[in-house]
């Protein structure tokens, strides 16, 4: 039996701990949940989803919606950019979590062979996706097998 998360609240745990099965519901690398294997489809529940996303200081990633908590199965990361708006001044990123906030580009990771992932406010990492990784990647530069976006170096990993 799998460890349980000590800082799960009282009642999953001690649901975990009886046996009882948990249905799956699961968030993949490109954002898309996932019940049991099908997808979800209402946007307002896939928004709702999104928005309620945490992370456990156990390390569980969970769906928090009120007292609700339900520990969900994360393939890379619990946070997207999935969109961006420049100015001359800055980045802006909108997310998820269903806000917008200046990119810091020293933030910037990018894993080859197509993940870009930046820190967001509280440190969690987010991956950008859909036209949002598209936009970015097209000011995204390699030299000498380091890539750079504007004049900042990226990390790898």
């Known amino acids: 039996m799998k460890d349980i998360d000590p800082t799960l609240p009282e009642q999953v745990r001690n649901f975990l701990a009886s046996g009882a099965h948990l249905e799956s519901i699961r968030l993949d690398a490109r954002g898309k949940w996932t019940h049991e294997g099908l997808d979800f489809e209402n946007?307002?529940?896939?928004?709702?989803?999104h928005r309620?996303?945490?992370?456990?200081?156990?390390?569980?990633w969970v769906l928090e919606v009120g007292r609700f908590v339900y520990p969900i199965e994360v393939d890379d990361c619990g946070y997207f950019v999935t969109r961006v708006?420049?100015?001359?001044e800055k980045v802006m990123l909108h997310t998820t979590l269903d806000q917008s906030e200046v990119l810091d580009p020293q933030t910037l990771t990018f894993v080859e062979p197509d993940a870009?992932?930046?820190?967001?406010?509280?440190?969690?990492?987010?991956?950008?996706i859909g036209s949002a990784y598209l936009?970015?990647?097209?000011e995204i530069s390699e030299e000498d097998g380091v890539f750079y976006f504007q004049?900042?170096?990226?990390?790898?990993?």
């Open 151 to 157: 004049n900042f170096a990226l990390n790898d990993k």
């Open 85 to 88: 708006t420049k100015s001359a």
């Open 43 to 49: 946007k307002r529940i896939i928004a709702l989803f």
């Open 135 to 138: 936009s970015m990647a097209d």
């Open 116 to 128: 870009l992932y930046c820190k967001l406010a509280e440190e969690r990492k987010a991956r950008f």
């Open 52 to 60: 309620s996303v945490r992370k456990t200081e156990g390390g569980t």
